[in-house]
């Protein structure tokens, strides 16, 4: 590893910053692609682990990213509490056994699933979906399988569950502001315990390369995660100054280039 690796993760972090800032999507749908993309191109881990290596930098970037937020919007007092009792311990175990699962999957399943979401998210943001009116938050038993999930496919994806949660909430005619101050106090304990699970259920690296925790590069962590800090209270005022939905847009078209690409990798 050289200067030139420390600078691009440095410009990994600053463009999800910014752009996590300004669009209100979770850092890791544009670090974990980009982390991929730079593991491959480098050769740094073997393609049998460098997918798993990414989402795990993610999420524990994402655990030291997204404290600041979560406090302003409990703050703010506009977190449904109600929602959080019953997603709280569902999503973390589903993040958990995330740390478990993703590692044991084949290379090409695990990419493509992460592909796939990517086109998901993209189609969230090319589109203006609504919810039927009259339906409601479901209680505590489906709401718990539906939050295992949430946490399973976060951790999967390498995201704080924003990107799911705040879609689900929606669907469950949730105000927008308030799933999005609902998923930013969910979204720490679920990148902490996915990136716990990356953590203790690591494999062996062979050879082992230098400066990991369980699957976490420290190096690209500690690079990425400065840029995001930087980056993203610009993006927030940025906002404030422009139109967002032109952006959304041109984002979700590079979503789905990204998705195609992703699963491009799994099968080449």
Request: charged fraction near 10%; aromatic fraction near 10%.
């Amino acid at each position: 590893m050289n200067e030139l690796f420390f600078i691009t993760c440095l410009a990994i972090g600053l463009v999800s910053g910014f752009l996590g800032g300004l669009l209100g999507i979770g850092g890791g749908i544009v670090i974990v692609p980009m982390l991929i993309m730079l593991f491959d191109g480098l050769g740094l881990f073997s393609i049998e682990h460098s997918t798993a290596v990414a989402v795990a930098t993610s999420l524990t970037c994402i655990i030291f990213t997204s404290v600041s937020a979560a406090y302003a919007q409990v703050k703010a007092d506009r977190v449904e509490w109600p929602i959080v009792r019953k997603w709280a311990t569902p999503i973390v175990l589903g993040a958990l056994l995330a740390g478990y699962v993703a590692p044991q999957l084949p290379m090409p399943v695990f990419r493509s699933f992460i592909g796939v979401f990517l086109g998901f998210v993209s189609i969230v943001m090319l589109t203006n979906w609504k919810p039927d009116p009259h339906r409601q938050f479901p209680g505590f038993v489906p709401a718990g399988g539906i939050g295992v999930g949430a946490g399973l496919v976060s951790g999967i994806a390498g995201i704080g569950g924003g990107n799911v949660m705040v879609p689900t909430m929606i669907f469950f005619n949730i105000p927008v502001h308030r799933a999005t101050a609902t998923s930013s106090c969910l979204g720490v304990p679920l990148a902490t315990a996915g990136a716990l699970g990356y953590i203790l259920f690591a494999q062996d690296f062979v050879p082992r390369p230098d400066y990991m925790l369980g699957y976490v590069h420290l190096p690209s962590f500690l690079a990425v995660v400065s840029g995001v800090v930087v980056a993203a209270p610009l993006g927030v005022r940025t906002a404030h100054r422009i139109q967002p939905q032109p952006l959304r847009r041109l984002f979700g078209v590079l979503l789905i280039l990204a998705a195609l690409g992703m699963v491009y990798s799994a099968f080449s």
